[in-house]
């Protein structure tokens, strides 16, 4: 099976082409501004250097959110334009679940990904990692740190990533930054992204361009403005 994966939900946009449970091609760039002109040239590198088409692909996998609403909507909409005109299915894989599925070979039982929701918030959940695969402990949500941190098991090693991780350390103890660990791993999630969306499309539970929504998990400045 041979998917593009794509994600522009943060600064970290990244792009990637996985066969058979395999990262075959990645292109990750983390810049400032829109994702929209570079996030085209990279799927055509990638696609170029495997010389592969459009047609090659069995699907698609895109991250619909948490993260920034603009960056949402173009992985969106670049994801559903190659869908519509190839008629294959899209997976939609959360950047959260994605970002924690980068540790897990690392050796801690417990996960919490985490990005910067502006106005002095985290998009935030904490998975569990099993014989299985993982599960979500605290769900996916828009937190005010100390929230999220009252969420969180005592005592318990848990393993940090992500760009709001900084602003979760800004609310903690001096005793509590200590045993806080950061992963030092980067945050292009695009392999996670179709390795994981690679696994929905061959259960069947792909579904059409048409099908795909925005996981904002709070209301857009505009909206909060009316």
Do not use: N
Not at 189 to 217: N, Q, S
């Amino acid at each position: 099976m041979r998917l593009l994966a794509v994600d522009t939900t943060t600064g970290s946009g990244s792009a990637a082409l996985v066969e058979d449970g395999c990262v075959r091609a990645e292109i990750g760039i983390e810049a400032f501004g829109t994702h929209s002109s570079r996030l085209s040239a990279s799927i055509e590198v990638l696609l170029k250097s495997l010389h592969w088409e459009l047609a090659d692909l069995d699907g698609f996998a895109v991250t619909p959110g948490p993260g920034s609403f603009t960056g949402i909507r173009i992985g969106l909409s670049t994801v559903q334009a190659f869908a519509f005109a190839s008629g294959k299915p899209v997976a939609p894989v959360s950047s959260l679940r994605a970002l924690a599925w980068k540790l897990r070979y690392d050796g801690v039982p417990l996960a919490a990904p985490m990005h910067d929701a502006k106005k002095g918030e985290i998009y935030a959940a904490l998975y569990a990692f099993e014989m299985t695969g993982m599960k979500a402990v605290v769900p996916e949500g828009a937190y005010a740190p100390d929230r999220f941190k009252a969420l969180l098991p005592k005592g318990r090693k848990i393993l940090f990533i992500g760009g709001g991780f900084p602003i979760l350390m800004e609310g903690l103890s001096p005793s509590e930054k200590k045993r806080a660990v950061a992963s030092g791993r980067t945050l292009f999630i695009a392999p996670e992204v179709g390795l994981l969306g690679a696994a929905v499309i061959a259960a069947g539970k792909g579904v059409p361009p048409d099908r795909i929504e925005p996981l904002y998990l709070r209301r857009s400045q505009a909206e909060e403005g009316r």
